[in-house]
């Protein structure tokens, strides 16, 4: 039985998991802003992916509050600051931090390292993109894992939620490659394992 999905942000990243998961037979709700919405999306959904801009994260802890608990929460934000920059540098991650604001929810972290035009699919060019996947719950980290093979990723367990780090940075990294450097967004990381 695969598990119902809440997504909370509707914007270029809460559409394409929508795609890629319904795509592939799971069972979505997503949320914008509007506070009814978000709190049933919440309560509803056993894995809720937070698609919010990083700087939006404690509003939205602050409406769902407790109903988070026990819940699996699938961070895929970048921690940049509003002109772009990491906004928490090396020693910590937005993974991490949440994680401290959140002690009841099993916070994983995916899908930071890949722009949203490819999350649907998990491909560019016919090729599949790695999935990293961090977080220090094996179960909750075993259903992400899966829900990104199905939708035709490589997934790669990227072990503890501290190497949220390392891949906030490397996504940090895919935005320059892709914007600063104007190579677009129709590129990704691939491991070879
Ligand atoms: N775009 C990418 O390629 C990409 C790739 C990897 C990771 N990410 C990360 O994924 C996250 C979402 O990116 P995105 O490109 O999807 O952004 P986006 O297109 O701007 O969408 C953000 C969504 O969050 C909603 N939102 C904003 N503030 C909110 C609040 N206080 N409460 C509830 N909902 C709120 C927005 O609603 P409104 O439309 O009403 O503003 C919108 O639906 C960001 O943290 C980003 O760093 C993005």
Redesign the pocket.
Known sequence: MKPKIGI?????????LRRGLEGTGYTVQS???DPNG?LTTAAWGEILI???????ID??LR?VGDTINGKILLD?????TPDYQLALGCTTSGAEELQRKVPKAKVVKA???????N?STGKVKGEKLTLFVAGDDGTAKNLVLSAGRDIGFDPVDAGPLKNARWMETL?YF??QLGYTLKMG?EIGFKLVH
């Open positions: 909370i942000g509707s914007g270029n990243v809460g559409t394409a949320a914008g802003r978000l937070l698609a919010v801009p990083f700087g939006a509003d939205v409406q895929v934000t970048n921690a940049l899908f930071n390292t890949m722009f949203a035009q999350m996504g895919n935005i967004t």
